[in-house]
C-alpha cells in the first residue's frame, strides 16, 4: 500500500475535451443512487460531473447520454448488485455497464466479488465516506482510498489524485490524503471491514444474551464500550456478509464465526430476480444420466434448478444452449453451505463411489458422514424435502439417527434405491 506524496499536479490531460475553458476535469457517474449522489458530492467550480441513470428523469443533467460519460476523464460505476439464488452477487446490471463503455479509467463504487474489477479492467473504491452514523458525508472524510487497476495503471493513479487535489483546493472536501492499493486488494478490503463490523456486531449480541441471563443491565455496560475509538456501530448490509461466505464456501475454506453470523441473520434477503417457481436443488452423480433426466423432468414442472456440484456441470437443451432455469453452483457439502430458498433437495451422490475411501460404504466413512450432516441441516433450516438416491441396498445410519433424533422431520428425509431396470428409471422419472 502506498500513501500519496506531496506533488505538484499539473492539470492538463491528452484526447479529452472539456465544455468550458476553466474545466479542469469532466466526470462520469453511472446510477443515480446513494452512492451516485455521494460521489456528486465532489463537485466544485473546476470540475464538471455527468450523471447517467437508466431513467432519464433521473439524469444530471437532464439530457445526459452514455455518449457523454465515454467524453469524461473517470467515470465511476455506482450500479447497485443484489444478492442472487445461489449466494453470489448478482452481477449482470454492473457488468453490462462496464462492457457498453470502451473506457479507460473507471471506476467502480459498489460491491462487487473479489477480482471483478481486475476482470473487467476496472478500478474500485471501498468505502470511506461513511461516519459513525452510517451517513454518507464527503466533506469531512479523513483519507481515500482507490484500488487501480491493471492496466493504464498510472494515468489513472494521475487522474484521480488529480480530482482530489481539485476538490482539496476548492474546498469540497477536508482531506487529500489518497492510500493506493490493487483492485483486488481494495475489493477485499471492502469485505473485510465488512466481515470485522459485523463481527463486532454479533459479539455484542451475544454480551447482551448473557447479560440477560445473569440479570445485568447491558446498555450501562454499552455505554462504556462505545467510548472505545476502535468500536463500529453502524448497520452493515448483510448481503455482503453473504458474499464474503459464499467467497469461503468456493474456496473450500470452513470460517465457522462468519457462518454463525449469516445462519443467524434473519432479515429477508432480496433475491436478484425474484421467482414465485420451486426451488430444488440437485447434488448430481458423476457418472450417472439419471441426474439429468430428473433435473429436465424438474424444469418441465416449473421448477428452478440448482445444480451442486465440485466442478462447474452445465445441462444443454436440445439446441445445444444452456438449460434455461438452471444454475449451476460450486462447492462441497464438505462445508456447510448456505442458500436464501430451498423446497426439494435431490441428492444422487450416493450412486458414484466416495471420493475419499473409494467405496460405496457412504454411512461409514468420515467424510461422507459430514456431507451428509450438512445436508440435513438443510432440511432443519428450510423445512425441505431430502430425496437420497441409491444404487445399492444400504440403510444409512447417520440418516436413520438424525429422523429419530428429529421425527417432525420423518416424511421430509428418504432414500430411494434405484434400479438399473431402464423402464423402472424411466416410471421414476415421470413420478419426480
Not at 502506498?2 to 499539473?10: E, G, L, S, T, Y
Request: with cysteine; net charge negative.
Amino acid at each position: 500500500m502506498q500513501q500519496n506524496d506531496d506533488v505538484v499536479i499539473q492539470f492538463s490531460f491528452t484526447g479529452m475535451m472539456h465544455n468550458r475553458e476553466d474545466c479542469v476535469l469532466k466526470v462520469g457517474i453511472i446510477g443515480n443512487n446513494i452512492r451516485g449522489q455521494t460521489i456528486q458530492q465532489f463537485q466544485c467550480p473546476s470540475i464538471d460531473m455527468y450523471l447517467y441513470d437508466n431513467d432519464p428523469e433521473l439524469c444530471v443533467p437532464l439530457g445526459t447520454g452514455l455518449g457523454d460519460i465515454e467524453q469524461c476523464d473517470l467515470i465511476f460505476n455506482c450500479i447497485s448488485t443484489s444478492i442472487d439464488h445461489h449466494s453470489y452477487y448478482h452481477m449482470d446490471n454492473l457488468l453490462q455497464a462496464t462492457t457498453l463503455l470502451h473506457h479507460p479509467y473507471q471506476i467502480i463504487y459498489g460491491s462487487t466479488p473479489i477480482g471483478f474489477a481486475d476482470s473487467n479492467g476496472c478500478g474500485f473504491m471501498p468505502e470511506c465516506m461513511i461516519n459513525s452514523k452510517g451517513e454518507y458525508h464527503v466533506k469531512h472524510a479523513n483519507y481515500w482510498i482507490f484500488g487501480l487497476p491493471l492496466s493504464n495503471t498510472e494515468e489513472c493513479k494521475q487522474r484521480l489524485k488529480t480530482l482530489i487535489t481539485i476538490c482539496h483546493v476548492e474546498g469540497s472536501i477536508q482531506s487529500s490524503v489518497i492510500y493506493w492499493l490493487t483492485a483486488s486488494e481494495a475489493e477485499l478490503l471492502y469485505v473485510s471491514r465488512q466481515a470485522v463490523r459485523m463481527s463486532y456486531l454479533e459479539m455484542y449480541q451475544s454480551l447482551s444474551d448473557l447479560a440477560i441471563v445473569k440479570g445485568i443491565e447491558f446498555n450501562n455496560v454499552k455505554l462504556l464500550l462505545d467510548m472505545d475509538p476502535t468500536a463500529y456501530s453502524m448497520p452493515i448490509p448483510v448481503h455482503d456478509m453473504h458474499l464474503l461466505y459464499g467467497q469461503f464456501q468456493k474456496a473450500g475454506i470452513e470460517s465457522h464465526y462468519i457462518e454463525s453470523i449469516v445462519t443467524r441473520e434473519n432479515k429477508p434477503i432480496h433475491v436478484a430476480a425474484p421467482t414465485t417457481k420451486k426451488i430444488s436443488l440437485v447434488i448430481p452423480s458423476t457418472n450417472d444420466k439419471l441426474t439429468e433426466d430428473v433435473c429436465r423432468n424438474l424444469v418441465k414442472k416449473d421448477n428452478l434448478v440448482i445444480l451442486f456440484a465440485a466442478t462447474t456441470t452445465l445441462l444443454l437443451d436440445e439446441d445445444g444452449n444452456v438449460l434455461q432455469n438452471v444454475i449451476a453452483k460450486t462447492g462441497t457439502f464438505l462445508t456447510k453451505q448456505f442458500f436464501p430458498r430451498l423446497d426439494y433437495i435431490w441428492d444422487f451422490s450416493k450412486m458414484d463411489t466416495c471420493r475419499t475411501c473409494n467405496t460405496s460404504a457412504y454411512s461409514v466413512c468420515s467424510a461422507a458422514m459430514i456431507e451428509t450432516m450438512n445436508k440435513l441441516e438443510l432440511v432443519k433450516q428450510h423445512n425441505c424435502s431430502l430425496t437420497f438416491l441409491s444404487d445399492h441396498d444400504e440403510n444409512d445410519v447417520l440418516i436413520q439417527a438424525f429422523v429419530t433424533e428429529y421425527p417432525q422431520y420423518k416424511k421430509l428425509v428418504e432414500i430411494v434405491h434405484i434400479l438399473f431396470d431402464k423402464s423402472e428409471r424411466s416410471e421414476y422419472v415421470l413420478r419426480t
